[in-house]
């Protein structure tokens, strides 16, 4: 502990490095859950790259790199905080545009509360409570073990070119379909199998591994083999939409993605708000004590030294910064539309605090027990727009005019609040590393802060770019295949029904009752200590996604466990050095897949043509994906058991 606490941290390689790569992963991070619904951590692949760069200065050490890896997660978990929500007001039809000072203000806004939020939880659930803080503990060995990072780049390089020549040859220049899907009509019922044949998709399920891999497939598995085959079978001639599509000659795979997106996924609604509120109800202990314990620490710090290793910043400046912060978030919201009073805004910029404080301790602790990956932020953001939008609706009344400023105004509450709780969750990992490091905890806060800063300089950017390139959300003429921003859209969605557009709240009050009984379940299984839980909002997520995302995801976790079992008999370092490279390889392939993603837009935004970069008028169709995902799985499968 001594040599760390001569070693430097904040120096200025290190803050450039740790900026660079914050507008990289945000970039890459925004895009991977835009295309499909999820983001994971980079702190892992973030604090490889830095060992491989900052090796090349004499002086460089592992504190400056654990600096490094803070700031770049930081940027990716700003990106899912904005991409979860900010898309909405674009699908709501608000805005046409990402426009820069908007988006800047909004994730800015909300990343920074994120940051003061949990600077009083860090002794709390880290030091007291000694949550497991999944990524956090493996970035720690990743930064310990370091005795070839070379290897870990070459690695990383190495799947990164993959991951982007496959993104290349699908969308770019059309050699394959991105999906391979069929369905059939039976009976009345439809039957219906697809997958993605997207890399990123498979590592997303390799570094979640298994067992949240197999809840994300199930709950794909109630809507598409059980819930839409009954919806169909009930109302395929009674339902004037389906039976016109049947009319006019729709296939069975149309008919089902109808049915998906105007009933079922909303069952997932209803399994992502019981699973919020449950969140909430079963850390309330934890929440306080955190409080308590950033409010001792003060008295501490007047009485004598802290050790380096136990200096947060400073309460008294948390809670100014806190204070200052609400007066921009109170003029931000006046702002929204002239009919937004003061006895609107004032309300709600309260509630806009005290949720985001909230959530972003109950995303803090989750991140604790499933890791940054797997935190349910989109349930937390689903029950802070629905609350804020039920609250707006007895303020305002309902009308055309608030029905247009109603939506908006709480998706608006949402995004600060996700942000807030993506770089919470986000932030408690990087402190569980710097904690085992023997890192300063202030400084590491400080870092935080500077990766939400140089994330949000480049969000607005890249979000235009890949709206102009493919669009978000909702299908048009030109952009008929966007990207589908899940989330978004349910956010949209949940805004929108609350205000008179119509939600289908039987096909919530369903979801609700499916999330009640995974709840139960899962504490029965916590209850006989099985080896798996069910956590209530994966299941959530898997009824809300179209299915061919959730099925490549399911065979990563296969990947993951079937490499875990091959390991068994291997000593201890050798089973975590190939586990190591294997999400190393599995975040190289999300990175280049979600770059080229980004690059991609670039020429179509220019030429106005999606398929400016094709090489054949019709794709080749699933099965040459199909033969790639095979290879690359292969070979995540033999670089993960590869001997040490």
Known sequence: MNQAKELPQLTVKAIALGIVLSMILAGA??????????????SIPAAVISMG????????????????????????????????????????????????????????????????????LRRSLIVEEGLAYPEGRATAEVLKVGEDPESGVRQLALAAVTGALVKLGSSGLRLWSETAQTAAFAGKGIAYIGTNVSPALLSVGYIVGLNIATLVCVGGAISWFIAIPIY???????????????????????????????????????????????????????????????LHQMSARSTGAIDHTEQDAPMQLVLIGIAIFVVPI?????????????????????????????????????????????????????????????????????????????????????????????????????????????????????????????????????????????????????RPNPLLAPQATLMASVAQGVFG?????RMVAIG???????????????????????????????????????????????????????????????????????????????TGEALVGIFLAIPIVLSGRPDVLAISDEPLGGAPGLLVMAGIAIWVYRVATRPG
């Open 29 to 42: 991070n925004a895009y991977l859950g835009l295309f499909a619904g999820m983001t994971v951590s980079a």
């Open 53 to 120: 760069i900052l090796r090349l200065f004499r002086d460089s050490n592992i504190l400056e790199n654990n600096i490094v890896q803070t700031a770049a997660s930081a940027g990716e978990s700003l990106a899912a905080g904005v991409i979860f929500t900010i898309p909405a007001l674009v699908i709501l039809g608000y805005w046409n545009v990402f426009d820069y000072g908007w988006v800047t203000i909004i994730a800015g806004l909300g990343g920074l509360l994120g940051v003061l939020f949990t600077i009083p």
């Open 232 to 294: 169909s079978a009930l109302y395929l001639e009674s339902d004037p939409m389906l039976s016109q599509m049947v009319a006019d000659g729709a296939g069975a795979t149309d008919v089902a993605f109808q049915i998906w997106t105007t009933q079922i996924r909303y069952m997932g609604v209803g399994a992502m708000l019981t699973g919020g509120v449950w969140a909430l109800v079963s850390m309330r202990g934890s929440l306080v004590s955190g409080v308590r314990s950033g």
């Open 330 to 478: 109170f003029f931000l919201y006046s702002n929204i539309h002239d009919s937004l009073g003061i006895g609107i805004s004032l309300p709600m910029t309260i509630v806009m605090v005290v949720a985001g404080f909230l959530f972003s301790s109950v995303a803090a602790y989750m991140a604790g027990l499933v890791g940054s990956s797997n935190n349910p932020i989109s349930g937390i953001t689903i029950a802070t727009i629905l609350f804020s939008a039920l609250l707006l609706l007895w303020l305002m009344g309902s009308g055309e005019e608030q029905s247009h400023v109603g939506p908006p105004a709480a998706i608006l509450i949402g995004a600060v609040v996700c942000c807030a709780a993506a770089i919470a969750g986000d932030n408690m990992q990087d402190l569980k590393a710097g904690h085992l490091l023997g890192a300063t905890p202030w400084k590491q806060q400080v870092m935080q802060g500077v990766g939400v800063v140089s994330a949000v300089l480049v969000m607005a950017p890249i979000l235009n770019l890949l709206l102009q390139a493919y669009g978000i959300g909702v299908p048009t003429e030109e």
């Open 501 to 505: 557009a119509g939600l289908p709240w």
């Open 512 to 590: 609700a009752v499916i999330g009640a009984v995974i709840i139960g379940v899962d504490e029965y299984l916590k209850k006989i200590d099985a080896p798996w839980h069910a956590p209530v909002l994966a299941v959530a997520v898997g009824i809300y996604l179209p299915l061919e995302l959730s099925v490549p995801i399911f065979l990563g976790g296969l990947i993951a466990h079937a490499a875990e079992r091959s390991l068994a008999d291997r000593s201890e370092a050798d089973r975590e050095r190939s586990m190591r490279l294997g999400i190393l390889a599995a975040a190289g392939l999300i």
